[in-house]
Nanobody
C-alpha cells in the first residue's frame, strides 16, 4: 500500500514553468511505475507522463513532449514533473499515481490532485 501526496501546483502565465512533486509513503516504492495524469473540466483523465521502474522506459503525451520531464528518486520515494513552456491547454488538476506496467499502465494508488492554471 502506498500513500501519495502532490505539491507544486499554482497559477502561472503562458511560457512559465512549474515543478510538481509527489511524495510516497509505504513499502517497495522502487518496484512501482509512477505517472502523472491530468483532468480538465468536461474531460476524462489523461496520462501526461509515466516512468517505469529501473529505467525501463518513459512515456510522454504528444502534447507535452519536449516541454515536460518526469523523474524519480527511489532513495527518497519521490517523483517529479518538471513543466516548462506552459500553455493554457495545460490547465487542469494534476494527479500523481503509482502502479504497474504489463503492456499498459495500471494505476492503483492516487494522490488527491493539485491545480495547475495557465493564463495567456
Amino acid at each position: 500500500q502506498l500513500d501519495l501526496v502532490e505539491s507544486g501546483g499554482g497559477w502561472v502565465q503562458a511560457g512559465d514553468s512549474l515543478r510538481l512533486s509527489c511524495a510516497a509513503s509505504g513499502r517497495s516504492f522502487k518496484n512501482y511505475a509512477v505517472g502523472w495524469l491530468r483532468q480538465a473540466p468536461g474531460r476524462e483523465r489523461e496520462l501526461v507522463s509515466a516512468l517505469r521502474r529501473s529505467g525501463r522506459g518513459e512515456y510522454y503525451a504528444e502534447s507535452v513532449k519536449g516541454r515536460f520531464t518526469i523523474s524519480r528518486d527511489d532513495s527518497k520515494a519521490t517523483f517529479d514533473l518538471q513543466m516548462d513552456v506552459l500553455k493554457p491547454e495545460d490547465t487542469g488538476v494534476y494527479y500523481c499515481a503509482a502502479g504497474g506496467w504489463g503492456g499498459t499502465f495500471t494505476w492503483t494508488y492516487w494522490g488527491l490532485g493539485t491545480q495547475v492554471t495557465v493564463s495567456s
